[in-house]
């Protein structure tokens, strides 16, 4: 008993010596919270937003903080970013990316394969490939809205506006890229939408580990059978499937990845390309339903563009000026779109800070931004930052403004919902064009309103921060119906 306590003591006495850290000279503000070796994790996953912003008013724009074992320096100094984003020699954003698809999707895949599949995507998502996705979707975003609302119904239907938008979206995408149930092979988008919604409410706690052991057997269950649905997607049989999902599959093989790791890559695609775009179209349908005057300017430009179009085709498949629409959307995702930009120290760096200060960086740290909070949301970039204004980023003469200001020198980065650098959003245009068709089709042909005159936006889920696209805690009740004709 006596040599187990000893024992004991000495393992914890080993374990406080081996995870001691204390700031050294010309590193960033060290703040390793009061719990040992959790540090601010608790904290860090309720609301990181939160947590970040009182952080800088402790520390500043860089600080190190620790975190369930790991210390991760943030900085949130946008003028400083380049030095971040830019540099692939110290900083590797592979690595934990890596980590993270092994966490949430049980992947591993060859070193070499995130970048090969990027430059493939690069390849089907711009030029003529992306015409043919636009299109595709365009055809798909109207059938289904027609199975739900045929165009001689007269009465209002009753929706709640999230599920409405993620649902129609994730589907048109899903048949779009994944192929469904136009061929035998394909499997029917409505049953892959429940099975990924019940995976996506997994999410957050998926990324941080924090599952509980039923909802650890849950999440395996409902991976297991998106896994069985998606096995047919980028089969020689499967000739629904889009040519980018073919190659994408085509791929993994010549990389010699099995069959099993290959569904889980489909897997980790369904969520890169679907679980952004539905949320994104809820926000805008959303601050467009309680702010009319953004809704009337919309549906006019709208108008306008219909009237010098021979097809509501041309919208997704020609190039479209639309600055109203995309000042809303812009202010929509600088409003809700929260991704952390991570990269890992892999050989001790010097940061170099706008202000002239300089910081070094610790070998094997993890370095973050977090645009959501800086620059998105700084009150002294955006005048009343959590205020929706659709005309946000337009001009006077109504063209597009990307000219902002923060301690008076224009800023490079002045809203981040897409990423930058290594890991910017590769399909970016065929997102845009996807919630624009789709918001499109609902202002124009539907008339829509909200079942409270008085409601307002739902709060966000503070658990999504650092995931992409935020989504609501609860929904918004609307009604549409067609619009008539005269």
């Given amino acids: 008993m006596i040599w187990t306590v000893f024992l004991l003591i000495h393992a914890v006495l080993l374990y406080f010596i081996l995870t001691h850290r204390s700031r050294s000279k010309g590193e960033p503000p060290l703040d390793k919270g009061i719990v040992p070796w959790l540090g601010h994790a608790l904290e860090f996953g309720r609301d990181v937003s939160k947590f970040l912003n009182r952080m800088k008013q402790k520390h500043g724009d860089i600080f190190t903080v620790r975190v369930a074992g790991r210390y991760v320096t943030v ?113 029917d988008p409505s049953r892959v939408y429940q099975e990924y919604k019940v995976f996506d409410g997994l999410l957050s706690k998926l990324a941080r580990g924090t599952l509980k052991p039923e909802e650890k057997k849950a999440s395996q269950k409902v991976q297991q059978r998106l896994l069985e649905l998606l096995a047919p997607a980028g089969g020689a049989e499967n000739q629904g499937s889009s040519s980018w999902v073919r190659g994408y599959r085509l791929l993994l093989q010549e990389d010699g990845v099995d069959e099993d790791m290959q569904k889980k890559a489909l897997l980790m695609q369904l969520w890169a390309t679907q679980g952004n775009v539905g949320p994104a179209a809820f926000w805008l349908l959303g601050y467009l339903l309680t702010n009319p005057d953004a809704m009337t300017a ?100 109504g063209s597009a403004k990307n000219i902002f200001y923060k301690g008076g020198k224009q800023l490079k980065y002045f809203s981040m919902p897409w990423g930058a650098g290594t890991n910017g959003c590769v399909g970016k245009q065929y997102a845009v064009n996807t919630i624009r068709k ?49």
């Fill in 298 to 397: 919309v549906r006019k430009e709208f108008s306008r563009v219909s009237q010098s179009t021979t097809s509501e085709l041309n919208l997704m498949d020609t190039p479209v000026n639309t600055p109203v629409f995309d000042s809303a959307l812009e202010e929509t995702l600088r409003l809700t779109a929260a991704p952390f930009i991570t990269r890992e120290v892999v050989q001790e760096k010097t940061l170099h800070m706008s202000d002239g200060h300089e910081y070094l960086l610790r070998k094997g740290d993890r370095l973050c931004l977090f645009p959501f909070n800086s620059p998105q949301m700084d009150p002294e970039i955006y005048h009343e930052p959590q205020k929706f204004k659709f005309d946000r980023f337009l001009n006077k003469d």
């Fill in 75 to 187: 900085l949130l100094d946008p003028h400083s970013y380049d030095q971040v984003i830019h540099d692939p020699e110290s900083l590797d954003f592979t690595r934990y990316a890596r980590v993270l698809m092994d966490r949430i999707f049980n992947l591993r895949l060859p070193h070499q394969q995130p970048e090969r599949s990027k430059a493939l995507m690069k390849k089907h998502f711009v030029g003529t490939n992306l015409n043919a996705l636009n299109s595709s979707t365009s055809r798909h975003l109207q059938a289904l809205l027609k199975g739900e609302m045929p165009s001689n119904q007269k009465h209002w239907k009753d929706e709640e506006l999230f599920d409405f938008s993620y649902r129609i979206l994730f589907k048109a995408g899903y048949l779009t890229l994944f192929g469904g149930e136009q061929n035998n092979n394909g499997s």
């Fill in 438 to 486: 789709f918001v499109y089709l609902m202002v124009t042909n539907y008339d829509m309103q909200l079942r409270d005159a008085h409601a307002q936006m739902p709060e966000v889920d503070a658990s999504r921060y650092g995931l992409g696209l935020l989504q609501p805690v609860g929904d918004l009740n609307f009604r549409y119906r067609p619009r008539e004709t005269h």
